[in-house]
């Protein structure tokens, strides 16, 4: 079955260290995103891509990163970890505008 | 500001006891509204997309309709197995991102 996938499932890093979380979908969709859920704030995107070599920063995108080389995964990368990015964080992917998108079951990330 | 605001925040049921959720948000130009449910630990789950004042979509005990400021998820006889988090979103014309609000935690006890 198609599935959209995440790893790690959980991680725990220190402050300033790089840590990139992986989302792997294989529906073949064009649309993926990436979320962070904290209490209090729901879920908020960080960065999305509508295809490949596209990328797009949403309303909380300082200090994480992304690329997209092809159409199964959407890297998110912290590039400098801050306590601040302690969060739930959730990929997801749809196949066109106006669908629903599919959430990955999150990774816990805790920096210390 | 585009805005989405859930309403209760917390919900707590006795099985059986219907119930409804609100949605209300303030954005220009909706494309359309989703509700997603989600379990501790786990990623939001997809329950309907409304695209229109007036609409309404059902799936077992669960009805989503949609006005032109807000939306409500109707509970009938709920079961314990109901209990979640339901997080609402809406996607705009202008952009066609997902703004969420912050979730109504429900809880049936049996």
């Known amino acids: 079955d198609a599935e959209i996938t995440q790893s790690p499932r959980h991680k725990i890093t220190e402050t300033g260290r790089q840590v990139t979380l992986a989302c792997h979908q294989t529906?073949?969709?064009?649309?993926m995103f990436w979320y962070r859920q904290d209490l209090g704030h729901g879920l908020r995107l960080i960065h999305y891509s509508y295809g490949v070599q596209d990328t797009n920063k949403g309303e909380v995108s300082d200090g994480y990163s992304v690329s997209r080389s092809n159409t199964e995964d959407l890297p998110l990368t912290l590039e400098s970890a801050a306590s601040s990015q302690t969060s739930v964080y959730f990929c997801?992917?749809?196949?066109?505008?106006?669908?629903?998108?599919?959430f990955g079951p999150g990774t816990r990330l805790t920096v210390l | 500001e585009d805005q989405v605001t859930q309403s209760p925040e917390a919900l707590r049921l006795q099985e059986g006891e219907s119930s409804s959720l609100n949605c209300s948000y303030t954005?220009?130009?909706?494309?359309?509204l989703f509700w997603y449910r989600q379990d501790p630990g786990k990623g939001p789950e997809f329950l309907f997309t409304?695209?229109?004042a007036g609409e309404e979509k059902e799936k077992e005990r669960l009805k989503a309709t949609l006005t032109k400021k807000e939306s409500f998820l109707h509970i009938t006889a709920p079961k314990p197995e109901d209990s979640a988090t339901y997080l609402c979103?809406?996607?705009?014309?202008?952009?066609?991102?997902?703004?969420f609000g912050s979730g109504t935690r429900l809880l049936v006890r049996p």
């Open positions: 954005v220009s130009g909706l494309r359309g």
């Open positions: 997801a992917s749809s196949p066109d505008w106006g669908n629903e998108q599919f």
């Open positions: 979103a809406v996607q705009m014309d202008s952009s066609y991102k997902l703004i």
């Open positions: 409304l695209y229109s």
């Open positions: 529906w073949n969709h064009n649309n």
